[in-house]
């Protein structure tokens, strides 16, 4: 049996010993230098010039006085005497007056560094999303002798790394890469619904600040995505799912802030419904003259499904191409108005029920393809103040027999119809035509779609 313990060299009593309690209070005085340690300090290098008896300390490198030679360990002050104690790699202090803890490595005390910690909290509790939190009136990020940086990154294009401002815990003002690689500013004065002041392009550093007038010149063709169950109008709509906007009216204010150059902009849909309440999406040119295309899915329309209560579509200016859809309303506006100077091409789209598909306001119907009704509506085609449905290789299929209450197509005012190269498939029901006020409608030989004969008057023509 050796004479001491082999952990804190505790000394044992032996066998047959005499004065039991001299070895007995030896160790207790040990434990009572070491177990519980807190000290004074873990700097001091030479003894206090005072010191109360049981004070105790961890004696810094290059101790001196009479410290000296004992570096690292602790020193207790017992009986007017300090007493040594070598520690062992792995013990834990607490120095006053703060409590910091220091752990001693077998070379030195010293503060643990914080490594792979699950959580931290200063001033604050942490929680599984938040990891890191600290509530306090300043926080300072020092330099180590030179300059200093501050990194966020993000795993993918398409995700975020940014700075949010907020009051009360709601979004006021938000910098960074949200969505792309583009560096953007954007300000809210809920936290819901956002504006984008300022966006820098990362592929040019081509500035755009949208608020003040100042436009984006696109140097290639650009597409914005819509998802309404991933996306989010905060997002910068540059990417598929969660990038992608929320809504088909925040992807139409980017088209608008634009300067197109000529290229053309494309709103991706992705499958899903898009019920547009009362309010129809306005959908403007982008300056610069390029072709605005609104694709839902060319391979199966009715995976997209446009509705409303009013119209669905006005198209204010510009040239706007509509493909891959189903469009349908439940009131008696019509699904698609299309205003002065605007032109709209059409396929791959299938006509619900409505109170009139295409109402054409002085603007123009061009395009070739092939589209699809299967629902009933006032008319199809309506052509109004100078309209014009230009001439076009349009194959339209019937399907379901819909029922045109007015007629399948009412030109006035002026309006002009081309059916030159069209081509009707499937039956209708109601009026074929109606034409007056001085409107011509060119049947080019196609009978148009109905089961009842077409009417002229007011100076209207059927040719």
Same mark, same amino acid.
């Given at each position: ?53 049981? +004070? ?202 634009? +300067? ?41 329309? +009715? ?161």
């Amino acid at each position: 049996m050796t004479d001491t313990s082999p952990v804190l060299a505790l000394p044992y009593i032996q066998p047959s010993q005499a004065q039991k309690h001299v070895t007995h209070n030896e160790a207790l005085r040990l434990l009572d230098a070491i177990v519980q340690l807190s000290v004074l300090s873990f700097t001091e290098t030479t003894p206090p010039a005072t010191a109360g008896e049981g +004070d105790r300390y961890l004696v810094a490198s290059n101790a001196g006085g009479d410290w000296a030679g004992h570096d690292h360990a602790v020193a207790v002050f017992v009986d007017g005497a300090w007493q040594f104690i070598a520690p062992m790699p792995g013990w834990v202090a607490s120095v006053a007056p703060g409590q910091t803890q220091v752990v001693y490595d077998g070379a030195r005390w010293a503060v643990p560094a914080l490594q792979d910690v699950p959580r931290l909290g200063v001033g604050a509790t942490p929680d599984a999303y938040n990891r890191l939190v600290v509530a306090s009136d300043a926080v300072l990020f020092n330099n180590a002798g030179a300059g200093h940086q501050v990194k966020i990154n993000k795993a993918a294009e398409g995700d975020t790394a940014s700075l949010l401002f907020q009051t009360a815990f709601g979004g006021r003002a938000e910098m960074g890469t949200s969505g792309s690689d583009d560096f953007a500013i954007k300000v809210s004065a809920d936290g819901a619904n956002w504006a984008e002041a300022l966006r820098i392009e990362a592929a040019s550093g081509r500035v755009t600040a949208p608020v003040s007038g100042w436009r984006e010149q696109l140097t290639a063709p650009r597409v914005y995505y819509v998802d309404p169950l991933q996306g989010g109008d905060g997002q910068s709509g540059r990417g598929t799912g969660a990038a992608a906007f929320a809504s088909l009216g925040r992807a139409m204010e980017e088209v608008v802030r634009l +300067d197109s150059a000529g290229h053309a902009v494309t709103v991706q849909l992705a499958d899903g419904s898009y019920d547009l309440g009362a309010s129809p999406v306005a959908v403007s040119a982008a300056l610069g003259g390029g072709l605005v295309e609104l694709v839902g899915n060319t391979g199966d329309p +009715d995976a997209v499904t446009m509705t409303a209560t009013g119209s669905v579509i006005e198209l204010v200016s510009g040239r706007l191409s509509l493909r891959g859809m189903r469009i349908e309303t439940s009131g008696a506006d019509p699904a698609i108005r299309v205003l002065p100077e605007a032109v709209l091409e059409v396929d791959e789209v299938v006509f619900g029920a409505a109170g009139g598909h295409l109402d054409i306001v002085g603007g123009r119907v061009e395009g070739a393809g092939s589209y699809v009704i299967d629902g009933d509506a006032a008319y199809h085609l309506r052509l109004s103040q100078g309209a014009v449905l230009a001439r076009g290789m349009q194959t339209v299929t019937l399907a379901n027999t819909p029922d045109f209450a007015t007629a399948f197509v009412t030109c006035e005012m002026a309006g002009q119809a081309d059916f030159s190269g069209h081509g009707f498939t499937g039956t209708a029901t109601g009026k074929r035509f109606d034409v007056s006020s001085n409107a011509v409608v060119q049947s080019g030989g196609t009978v148009l779609p109905g089961d009842i004969a077409g009417t002229t008057h007011s100076g209207g023509l059927y040719l």
